[in-house]
Structures are given as structure tokens and as C-alpha cells.
């Protein structure tokens, strides 16, 4: 089994900052690209950044500058800091990954995992 596990989502008041983690487990695989994604009330599920294996990234243009997306590959675990929070940051944040296993024949094609979801709340 594999398993995404996020942590860091909360209340913070409009400016304010939170980290979200999300750290991959379970059987032997190997990861390519991984992202965040977000889905507000009555609104469709957007990416909010996204990073490749080498360290490349690219965000959701509502975002960018304010928040950052990093990667530890040694702990395989994906991050998200959300900087300069706005309300309508308020969402689910969902953590992606594109995953091979590892299989008797070999590694297996790519798939997509995707986490639980957190939720994120920007109010006063």
C-alpha cells in the first residue's frame, strides 16, 4: 500500500502564514511529479503548485509570490508554505503524487495518488 498523509492545515487570520506537509509511505515506489491542489465551497478543484522531481515548480498564477512549493526527497515528503494568507485562500488542500511501485516484473507505470485533504480556514 502507499499512503499521502498531510498535516499543517488550520485557522490563521488573514496575513498570516501556515506549512503544510505531506509525507508518502508505505510499499517501495518512486515519485515524479508531486502538487497541491485546493477545492473551495462551490468552486471546482484547482492546482495550486506543482513541483518535478528535479526541483522544477510552477503555481497558480492567485499565488504566486506568496506561496512556495519544496520538495525532501530523502524523507519523501512534499511541502507547501502559504505566505500573506487571504480569505479566499479558504479551501481543502489536497496533496498529488505521480508514483511508480515496484512490482516482481519490475516498477509499474505511473499512477496518481492523491491525500486525504486539509482543511484551511483564512478568517478574522
Known amino acids: 500500500q502507499v499512503q499521502l498523509v498531510e498535516s499543517g492545515g488550520g485557522l490563521v487570520q488573514p496575513g498570516g502564514s501556515l506549512r503544510l506537509s505531506c509525507a508518502v509511505s508505505g510499499s517501495i515506489f518512486r515519485a515524479g511529479n508531486m502538487g497541491w491542489y485546493r477545492q473551495a465551497p462551490g468552486k471546482q478543484r484547482e492546482l495550486v503548485a506543482a513541483i518535478a522531481s528535479g526541483g522544477a515548480t510552477n503555481y497558480a498564477g492567485s499565488v504566486k509570490g506568496r506561496f512556495t512549493i519544496s520538495r525532501d526527497n530523502a524523507k519523501n515528503t512534499v511541502y507547501l508554505e502559504m505566505n500573506s494568507l487571504k480569505p479566499e485562500d479558504t479551501a481543502v488542500y489536497y496533496c498529488?503524487?505521480?508514483?511508480?511501485?515496484?512490482?516482481?516484473?519490475?516498477?509499474?507505470?505511473?499512477?496518481?495518488?492523491w491525500g486525504q485533504g486539509t482543511q484551511v480556514t483564512v478568517s478574522s
Open positions: 498529488n503524487a505521480e508514483l511508480s511501485r515496484w512490482r516482481l516484473a519490475g516498477w509499474s507505470d505511473p499512477a496518481d495518488y
